[in-house]
């Protein structure tokens, strides 16, 4: 015996509206705008970071506590994997760090992404240090938060299993080792302005 009844689309988007004073706007937006891509099937990510693809990639969409700060084009990755940034941008920011800032991602349908060797299966991300003020910083900022940047990256290492982190930032490098046992923590002074972190395919 079926329990619910099926909605329509036009039904579908009514109930959520309904709720919409109850919801943060940027998660509603998110919610309708994906509606169609959830309804039959989500993202997969196939192949690796350095060689795969995407199949029905998703857009990232800005929230209260999240946002794309990249090029155009380059911020769409796998729906599952969205969601773990989101969860772990949303805990940071409430427990008072900034607002998290997504650089890049993958294409629309992934492979290779101009100017990167990874990024081409939905699995990487890259992040501007979390700040005090609510604003992207580098780690010579003297706003930058190692507090936010690492409360972010264990939030989301909960979330989902996080398999590497590049960062220009020494101290937090070790605090992720010896804290999170991350064993795969590369220190690349070229990352000053952005902490790349890859996580497991959650599609295998």
Known sequence: MKVFKSFDRRQFNIS????ASALNLGNLLFLLKNVEAHEGYCSTSHGTASDG?????????????A??????????GNDQIHDAFYAAADSAYAHGHGR?????ISLNGGGDMPGSTTHENGTCYDCRYMGNNGNAHTISDSTYSR????????????QITVVQVVTADSTLATQLENNLGLSNVVRDTTHNDHVHIQVANPDG
Do not use: M, N, P, R
């Open 147 to 158: 507090a936010g940047t690492y409360d972010f990256i264990s939030e989301l290492h909960e």
């Open 16 to 19: 959520i509206l309904k709720f």
């Open 67 to 76: 946002f794309f700060a990249g090029i155009a084009g380059q911020d769409y």
């Open 53 to 65: 693809w995407i199949e029905h990639a998703i857009q990232w969409v800005d929230t209260a506590y």
């Open 100 to 104: 998290l800032g997504v650089t890049a």
